[in-house]
């Protein structure tokens, strides 16, 4: 029995080297840490969708009654700002057709456009925003349009009237609102209908129609030229102006997108903290090949052991609860191993990182069968409680372990087939990184003994044999 305990032990080995991570010819006390990619190291914003504002008292205080003052004097300002403007834009469109075919000319343009520039900066000075232009507006001539976003909020007509009121796009529906709809048909807006099917279609020739007209309407905004590569890669011509944007406001980039979102909501819906669910989907799913699906059915596992835990993390005693097995050595590393800032916890992008880059790797056909085999201590096909009890107590370092919990789980009698061990296995991808750990760390045991020990076969059958695992407990803590 110890012969074949050892032969199964090398085969197992033999196999786990092949595990990306694994490298067990080295002779260090512990199998080395995966390398950390750095298109994987957390984003410089963990929650861009949320902006903490903390006020002092004396803050509070001068907020208080400086509104009291000042929000009756805004407010009539406003007011003012808005009807002059209302009236000037009446007269800019009087006897324009209802769908702008030409742009407005003479000195309707030249006298309402500067007027009603001067009357926008007017309105948002008056509201409390100072709003400082950086960098030198191209001409119509030279880049007629311009992209902004989200497109969500009043922000964007600060972001109209710093750009010099030009043409933008919007919905239909906003020309047919009193006082400001009148306003907004003075930019000789690009109107969308969203119930016409083919509006997406007339929207992009209008843009086009327009911006090919030699300036003869108002612009569209700054430029940016590309590089001959970028001509042909849209999509790194996107990146570059997001990187320019950023550097000019000073703040941080990420690979955040409507779907971590989505996330965050579904995590509020499992009872998680809400940024427990942001991962930078779209830079995550693409490196990992993960689709939506895939990392929506991950967070519903993730809340499943996170639940329990304070914050929406998975510490160590959750992770060792959730895998029915106690905290050892093997556990720790693996658990070390899904940790990648090294702070103690899992988060939801470490757990799905750890089980795309770490656990399905490691779950392979081969590895499943070896595992078996190993666990298979009679080679009769089938595994008993008794045999699974024996290795797991063994190769954890926990004489008294009751595994009675996980067998059940794999069991659907009184033994385990191989078609019930795979099945359990490629479920849980997890029990595929423990035992490569596991063997990993026996592994790097051997090597760090003297050879002449090596050579001996009782010190690797002693690893998976319980009647001799008190005798290498002192091994044990030296590891």
């Known amino acids: 029995m110890p012969g074949s305990a050892m032969n199964r032990c090398a085969d197992a080995r033999a196999v786990a080297a092949t595990v990306p991570g694994a490298d067990g010819g080295n002779a260090g006390l512990r199998p080395p840490m995966v390398p950390r990619q750095a298109s994987f190291f957390p984003p410089p914003v963990l929650n861009p969708f949320v902006q903490q504002t903390r006020l002092g008292v004396a803050r509070r205080i001068q907020i208080f009654f400086l509104g009291i003052i000042l929000l009756p004097i805004r407010a009539l300002l406003v007011a003012i700002i808005l009807l002059l403007s209302w009236s000037l834009a009446a007269i800019s469109t009087a006897c324009c057709p209802e769908k702008l075919t030409h742009p407005i000319t003479g000195w309707k343009r030249k006298i309402t456009h500067p007027v009603l520039k001067f009357l926008g900066h007017a309105m948002f000075f008056s509201m409390g925003f100072v709003v400082t232009v950086k960098g030198k507006i191209a001409t119509p001539l030279e880049a007629p349009i311009f992209v902004v976003a989200p497109h969500s909020t009043f922000f964007d007509g600060i972001a109209c009237v710093a750009a010099g009121l030009p ?16 306003i907004l048909r003075a930019l000789q807006p690009v109107l969308v209908s969203r119930v016409d099917p083919d509006s997406r279609k007339n929207t992009i020739n209008e843009i ?38 950023a550097e000019a406001l000073k703040i941080p980039v990420t690979d955040h997108t409507y779907e971590d979102c989505r996330l965050m909501i579904s995590a509020g819906q499992l009872t998680l903290p809400m940024e427990a669910g942001l991962v930078e989907f779209t830079k995550i799913s693409r490196k990992l090949k993960l689709d939506w699906d895939g990392i929506r059915k991950h967070l519903d596992e993730y809340a499943a052991i996170a639940s329990s835990s304070k914050g929406g993390r998975i510490g160590i005693e959750e992770f060792a609860e ?3 097995l106690p905290v050892s050595d093997v556990l720790r590393q693996l658990f070390a191993l899904f940790d990648r800032n090294h702070d103690g916890s899992i988060d939801f992008r470490e757990y799905v990182i750890g089980l795309a880059v770490l656990c399905n ?3 392979t056909e081969e590895i499943i069968q070896v595992a078996f085999k190993l666990f298979d201590v009679d080679e009769d096909g089938f595994i008993t409680e008794e045999e699974f009890s024996t290795i797991l107590q063994a190769s954890l370092g926990v004489p008294d372990l009751d595994v009675s919990g996980l067998f059940k789980e794999i069991a659907q009698g009184d033994s385990v087939s191989y078609e019930e061990f795979k099945s359990f296995a490629l479920k849980h991808p997890e029990y595929a990184k423990i035992f490569t750990t596991y063997l990993d760390l026996q592994t790097c045991h051997v090597f760090s003994l003297p050879k002449e020990v090596q050579a001996t076969p009782s010190v690797v059958s002693n690893k998976v044999s319980p009647e001799s695992h008190e005798e290498s407990t002192s091994d044990k803590k030296d590891d």
């Open 322 to 324: 959730y895998l029915k």
């Open 208 to 245: 086009i129609r327009r911006a090919t007209s030699g300036g003869e309407w108002p612009q569209f905004m700054p430029v940016q030229v590309p590089s001959d590569e970028e001509r042909s890669d849209p999509v790194l011509f996107a990146s570059t102006i997001r990187n320019v944007m």
């Open 167 to 182: 043409s933008i796009v919007s919905r239909n529906e906003n020309v047919q609102v009193p006082l400001i709809g009148r």
């Open 361 to 363: 790797p490691a779950n």
